[in-house]
């Protein structure tokens, strides 16, 4: 890819070893495709789109990864999340052009969480980033001058 991307992954902590494992993936695949990133951590998923948009609002960023994970719970409480964190990240891609790969787990449990996020089995991590960066690549393709 030409000019070499500059991503920020965006970390839900909330469940800190499935976050790590979710940017493992998403550093390694990141590194492959030659580019850089940086790392910011934020409390949970639901803070995932404003930490998005404050970084959007700056040109340091060519792309953004969304990590995290949220696990169903006895209560509402899940729904809510899943459903605001996902609305707010397609705003942001949608309404201010930002490429957004997303790597929000939305699970029953630890067990599934786990499958998805491991490198060795569902890798959804690198899946975020692998996405961010082809959006990255189709917007950049969109922008570009004819007949240049």
């Known amino acids: 890819m030409p000019d070499s991307p500059h991503i920020l992954i965006v970390e839900a902590r909330f469940y800190e070893d499935i976050?790590?494992?979710?940017?493992?993936?998403?550093?390694?695949?990141?590194?492959a495709a030659g580019a850089s990133f940086e790392r910011i951590d934020v409390p949970g998923a639901f803070e995932i789109p404003a930490a998005i948009g404050f970084a959007g609002e700056s040109d340091r960023f060519d792309g953004f990864v969304a990590l995290g994970c949220v696990i169903r719970g006895e209560t509402t409480h899940y729904d809510y999340v899943c459903t605001e964190s996902a609305r707010g990240l397609q705003d942001l891609a949608v309404q201010d052009g930002l490429a957004i790969g997303y790597g929000i787990l939305t699970v029953e449990n630890r067990d599934q969480a786990w499958a998805r996020a491991a490198v060795d089995q569902g890798n959804k991590g690198a899946d975020a980033a692998a996405a961010c960066l082809r959006m990255i690549e189709l917007r950049r393709a969109f922008q570009e001058e004819p007949g240049s």
């Open 19 to 31: 976050a790590d494992e979710l940017v493992k993936g998403a550093a390694a695949a990141i590194e």
